[in-house]
């Protein structure tokens, strides 16, 4: 490898949940393979939904991804490989804390090309760890919306549904749904959702 490589890119997909953000990133992920690109994917180790080793997207996509407990651990697994990699994907990315950032404008001086998909906000309107950081650097930001819940309208939050305050609860069906801004209503204890997602239909056909 040169000691001055040609910049990588970093790439950000952000939005709320069921904006299809992960299926971006797997449509990428899969076009840089095509491309004889090779690829490593990672994400944290919070995401027990579907695969543990694998991205999954809403619509039942997927790709394979290394499960890692936090950036130092993501550092330590992709460096090793690091001169046979052109692209690392990183999804989820809004629960790595802050370090992912150094590593990203670091992966960039490398040459790399960087896509990270993750939650722009928390169910709070909150901006999301450390994604507004990643969004201010990026090469590309790509903001999905989702479909509200309420009224069809294009949608920019992700609604928390019932009484749990907690930033993380990840994977549950039923428990968050995208909304409008006209619609959205943090803090607001609703049980009914009528978002529907693949693993709602294979993991929870009682739902309610
Ligand atoms: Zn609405």
Known sequence: MSSHPTPGVLEVIT???????SEELIRRLKRARI????????????DLRYHRTAIASHSSQTHEAITVANVERLREALY?????????GVD?????????IPLAVELIALGKRVIVAGLDTTFAAEPFGPVPNLMAISDTVTKLSAVCMVCGAAAIH??????SQE??????AGLYEARCRAHFRPFMDEHASEQLELSSVLE?????
């Open 92 to 100: 989820e990315v809004q629960f790595f804390d802050p370090d992912i």
């Open 35 to 46: 491309a004889r690109q090779r690829v490593m994917c990672f994400k944290p180790d919070i």
């Open 80 to 88: 090793p490989q690091l001169d046979n990699i052109e692209v690392v």
């Open 158 to 163: 992700t609604q928390r549904l019932g009484q």
């Open 204 to 208: 929870s056909p009682e739902k309610i």
């Open 167 to 172: 930033l993380v609860v990840v994977g549950a």
């Open 15 to 21: 939005g709320p949940m069921f904006s299809g953000k």
